[in-house]
């Protein structure tokens, strides 16, 4: 974890697991580790910068971080959303992805961290449908599967996750 970052506290958003997009470390953590099947999982991002100059950071489409989702035997699980295009495409159907952003463009500043307050990205709904289960959650996509440490696990249960 990114020396910035472990200074933060952890108890309203959870604590952070990080990858890299090059240039600046890519962080998501959960309140919770355990979820019913069909409930909407959620995560929160976390941006942390480890240079030596500010880098601009900005909401694009509906999420600042894409996760990965991969089952304990490291494969990939495919989101639903791209279950739908491939059918379309299946289907004949020519589709275009648009996105726009209307959210600000924000300064991280070098060697610090943003909590998901800061970013005011929390609770980013993540768009899968998990069969019950354990599974690892990661901002980045790992080749071969993500290895431990590299994501947030979590279980997915039928009925209340509290039993």
């Given at each position: 974890?990114?020396?910035?970052?472990?200074?933060?506290?952890?108890?309203?958003?959870?604590?952070p697991v990080f990858g890299t997009d090059g240039k600046s470390l890519l962080g998501i953590s959960m309140k919770k580790d355990s979820f019913r099947k069909g409930e909407g999982i959620t995560v929160n991002t976390w941006v942390a910068n480890p240079s030596s100059r500010p880098i601009a950071f900005s909401r694009i489409?509906?999420?600042?971080?894409?996760?990965?989702?991969?089952?304990?035997?490291?494969?990939?699980?495919?989101?639903?959303?791209?279950?739908?295009?491939?059918?379309?495409?299946?289907?004949?159907?020519?589709?275009?992805?648009?996105?726009?952003?209307?959210?600000?463009?924000?300064?991280?500043?070098?060697?610090?961290?943003?909590?998901?307050?800061?970013?005011?990205?929390?609770?980013?709904?993540?768009?899968?449908?998990?069969?019950?289960?354990?599974?690892?959650?990661?901002?980045?996509?790992?080749?071969?599967?993500?290895?431990?440490?590299?994501?947030?696990?979590?279980?997915?249960?039928?009925?209340?996750?509290?039993?």
């Amino acid at each position: 974890m990114p020396a910035a970052c472990a200074k933060k506290d952890f108890t309203t958003a959870g604590r952070p697991v990080f990858g890299t997009d090059g240039k600046s470390l890519l962080g998501i953590s959960m309140k919770k580790d355990s979820f019913r099947k069909g409930e909407g999982i959620t995560v929160n991002t976390w941006v942390a910068n480890p240079s030596s100059r500010p880098i601009a950071f900005s909401r694009i489409c509906m999420s600042w971080v894409d996760v990965n989702v991969y089952n304990m035997q490291g494969r990939e699980i495919e989101p639903e959303h791209r279950k739908r295009q491939r059918e379309r495409q299946k289907n004949g159907d020519k589709t275009v992805e648009n996105c726009s952003s209307s959210y600000p463009v924000l300064t991280v500043e070098p060697r610090s961290c943003k909590d998901p307050d800061e970013l005011g990205a929390a609770d980013e709904f993540i768009d899968y449908d998990l069969q019950p289960g354990r599974y690892i959650v990661t901002p980045v996509p790992y080749p071969k599967g993500p290895k431990p440490g590299q994501g947030v696990t979590i279980t997915i249960v039928e009925g209340d996750p509290r039993h």
